[in-house]
């Protein structure tokens, strides 16, 4: 039985890969719908030919990369059941009934030592392919360092997680789920006020904007919109990537707008006040908050629905899976394994509301600017530093995009240019 599970479970990711190979190398269209031929949505108005070619290339890639690597988390999990290694870790972690926090610490930190070393590879090929089309600039050593820290961060959190939902599940069969969700609001919150000024150091360095002059000017815009001025924040990115970036973080007193210095040193200052007014939007408008209140939401119905699964699945298959009852810590793979899935499954849904959100940004940010050129050529230098593609196939857009394509962002400014004209013509 445990073979037949094991058998079908790799023929159906072999199926599932080859679907997506298919998908994305020969059925999807990624081309430019023709009344956008010659606007400047159009990357062959602002890429070079061998820009051209290498960006549909690596999008390909990176894309095939992306729908491989979560399923290949659930074999994995699969795997561990099936083969009896979760209760393997068990038993390395020893029987002491007096040291449970122990216990629990060795087969947490066994189970994700597997996970990551099996999972390395595909990690491996994700950076060196970066590497090879010239995205990321990182050594193989400070990425190893960024790995490390990631791999004991990952550790830090299962650890935490498996303490608090085993030992609820002891206390309450039936409303473990609810408890742990209780717990993780103000678990999230913390970790979220923390991560700005304690997580995100751990991998680069944080200062005050470094061109003054830029400074002011963001600060003049800052003030429109009415953000203190200690919130905007440079990074050292460049000795990592050539790729670009802004993004909003932390809560109350640690929120912040953080610039990737990449962004500073490719983008004129007009193009930067156009990424930070689309920054200020998110500020303004709170869409952390808003997400971070969506997140919650899902995860009450994640948990829920993990526990009505786990029970249904212990008591069908417990045996072949090797788990006696589902508040036994031989368990937890399964509790990762519907994690993830409900998680991917839901990510059509997030990615929908991050989109909306990104597209109110971008709509915010050319009316505080009003300069189109300005917008247009940041997007358009965005997409040639990530080599991304302007005009994703479906499925695509629906699990990996939280912005609008640069389609639609270049095209909704075009679209506001024309507006204004007409309403000065009136
Ligand atoms: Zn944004």
Do not use: C
């Not at 999230?188 to 904007?209: A, G, K």
């Amino acid at each position: 039985m445990a073979r037949k599970i094991g058998l079908y479970g790799i023929l159906s990711y072999i199926l599932y890969g080859l679907f997506f190979y298919w998908y994305l190398f020969y059925f999807a269209d990624s081309s430019l719908p023709f009344e956008y031929e010659g606007s400047s949505a159009d990357p062959a108005t602002f890429l070079n030919g061998r820009e051209l070619t290498l960006s549909e290339e690596y999008s390909k890639i990176r894309n095939l990369l992306f729908f491989l690597s979560t399923p290949f988390e659930w074999l994995l999990y699969i795997f561990v059941l099936l083969t009896g290694l979760s209760g393997a870790f068990k038993k390395w972690a020893g029987q002491s009934s007096k040291f449970k926090m122990v216990q629990v610490a060795i087969y947490t930190f066994w189970l994700s030592l597997f996970a990551y070393a099996v999972t390395f590879p595909l990690s491996y090929i994700s950076h060196s392919l970066s590497k090879s089309y010239n995205i990321s600039t990182q050594s193989f050593p400070s990425w190893m360092k960024d790995e490390l820290i990631d791999f004991w961060i990952n550790f830090g959190t299962m650890l935490i997680i498996v303490a608090v939902v085993y030992w609820l599940m002891s206390k309450s069969q039936k409303r473990w789920w609810l408890y742990a969700w209780l717990l993780s609001v103000p678990f999230t919150l913390f970790v979220m006020f923390l991560q700005p000024v304690v997580i995100d150091p751990l991998y680069n360095d944080f200062y005050p904007l470094k061109d003054k002059q830029l400074e002011a000017k963001i600060l003049e815009l800052a003030s429109q919109a009415n953000i203190p001025a200690e919130h905007v924040f440079e990074v050292n990115m460049a000795e990592k990537t050539n790729s670009l970036n802004a993004y909003v973080t932390g809560i109350g007193a640690n929120s912040r707008i953080v610039l990737w210095d990449t962004t500073l040193n490719r983008l004129t200052d007009d193009q930067i006040l156009f990424i930070m007014a689309h920054e200020m939007a998110h500020y303004v408008e709170k869409h952390l908050y808003i997400g971070i209140a969506g997140y919650l939401l899902l995860s009450l119905i994640g948990l829920y629905l993990v526990a009505r699964l786990m029970n249904i699945v212990v008591a069908k298959w417990g045996e072949v899976l090797r788990i006696p009852r589902v508040n036994d810590i031989r368990s937890f793979p399964l509790f990762l394994l519907l994690l993830s899935v409900l998680m991917f499954a839901a990510s059509p849904f997030s990615n929908l509301v991050s989109r909306y959100q990104e597209s109110r940004a971008d709509k915010y940010a050319i009316e505080m600017t009003d300069n189109v050129e300005a917008g247009v050529k940041t997007f358009q230098e965005l997409s040639r530093a990530g080599l991304s593609q302007v005009n994703p196939p479906l499925l695509v857009k629906l699990f990996r995009y939280g912005h609008p394509t640069m389609l639609e962002r270049i095209s909704m400014l075009e679209e506001y240019e024309l507006e204004k004209r007409r309403e000065s013509q009136e």
